[in-house]
């Protein structure tokens, strides 16, 4: 309707579908950057309330099998969809994780949902080859499906001199304080999707 003022728009629904790194494994309640981000929305008062349907050790299949329920559910406006980690931690096929990704990023654009798709890079060690063409995963079905990308969830946590020290004994899950830097990379890409 035209003349509608903006305040009178309906409160966003962010549902978060990802793995261990949303789900505040090996961290107190409250500090992981999911957390942070209801923070963030109250502190700029922007009506938006936050799902967390994150799961550690989650895959994208495993996102792919829940996402129908969650979105039936939680009926949300905005979908971040931080999974695929995993997926290469356990080797499994490239075309696999980006079919997934794509079929979950269409699933919630069919809900009527606005997609974030948060990146992800696996270290050197990896190998050169594998690593760029899993980066290239996010970016490809960012850009086939029209959704938002973040290119690297870890950027300034795992790509930093002493970068160990970010991160908990096991050396995959970070730290709190590297939550609030989390964040700072998510927070610019969805503020924008939230306007």
Do not use: C
Not at 1 to 23: F, H
Not at 42 to 71: E, F, M, P, Y
Request: proline fraction near 7%; hydrophobic fraction near 45%.
């Amino acid at each position: 309707m035209p003349g509608r003022s903006p305040a009178a728009r309906p409160p966003a629904k962010i549902l978060v579908v990802g793995d261990s790194l949303s789900a505040e494994y090996g961290l107190e309640r409250g500090s992981g950057w999911v957390s942070l981000l209801e923070k963030r929305l109250a502190q700029d008062h922007i009506a938006a309330s936050v799902v967390n349907a994150s799961v550690s050790g989650d895959t994208t299949s495993g996102g792919r099998s829940r996402l129908g329920q969650l979105l039936q559910q939680h009926q949300p406006t905005h979908v971040i969809l931080e999974l695929g980690g995993n997926d290469a931690l356990r080797g499994l096929p490239l075309n696999m994780t980006q079919a997934n990704l794509a079929q979950m990023t269409q699933a919630a654009k069919a809900a009527g949902a606005r997609v974030l798709i948060v990146g992800m890079q696996v270290p050197p060690n990896y190998g050169r080859k594998y690593s760029d063409d899993f980066a290239a995963v996010y970016a490809t079905v960012a850009r086939q499906e029209g959704a938002a990308l973040v290119p690297f969830m870890l950027k300034g946590v795992a790509d930093v001199p002493q970068s160990e020290a970010l991160f908990q004994p096991d050396r995959i899950h970070p730290r709190a304080q590297a939550h609030p830097i989390i964040l700072t990379n998510i927070w610019p890409v969805l503020a924008k999707l939230l306007q």
